[in-house]
């Protein structure tokens, strides 16, 4: 469920958020979670903030805490530490294995390195998803 539905379900209007993206963003990042998750039955999830040394394991353990992790992709971005880590379940990397995940952070690093952090989450999502294929 996404964050949009999850205000939709309860009835109540959008907290304001602070953090490095806009209402729009948001929006458009949670469509991307949407449509990736609906198209290929896995879980995708988006972590943006300070990771833990080791960042990989600061990953891992986030992505464990998921609700169902072996079905789980989680794309954790520290953008102030410049980090990226893209971990996936057993059953997700069965489906996404590490080269592609790595071609899809290449391409995130691109635009991220542009300046544009939620048009490279969406970009990644949507390459994670193609790449996974329908369930």
């Not at 469509?31 to 891992?60: C, K, M, N, W």
């Not at 690093?109 to 544009?116: T, W």
Request: charged residues 20%.
């Amino acid at each position: 469920m996404t964050v949009g539905e999850k205000q939709a379900e309860a009835g109540t209007p959008p907290e304001v958020l602070d953090g490095p993206f806009s209402t729009r963003q948001l929006l458009r990042i949670d469509e991307a979670l949407r449509l990736a998750d609906q198209g290929t039955g896995l879980v995708f999830s988006v972590y943006v903030g300070g990771l833990d040394e080791p960042i990989r394991a600061h990953a891992q353990r986030l992505h464990r805490q998921l609700a169902e992790p072996d079905r789980s992709v989680l794309i954790a971005v520290s953008p102030n530490q410049r980090q990226l880590e893209i971990v996936t379940g057993r059953h997700a990397r069965k489906r996404i294995p590490d080269t592609y995940a790595k071609l899809a952070a290449l391409s995130m690093v691109a635009a991220f390195g542009g300046g544009d952090l939620a048009g490279g989450i969406i970009s990644g999502l949507d390459q994670l998803a193609s790449h996974a294929g329908r369930a």
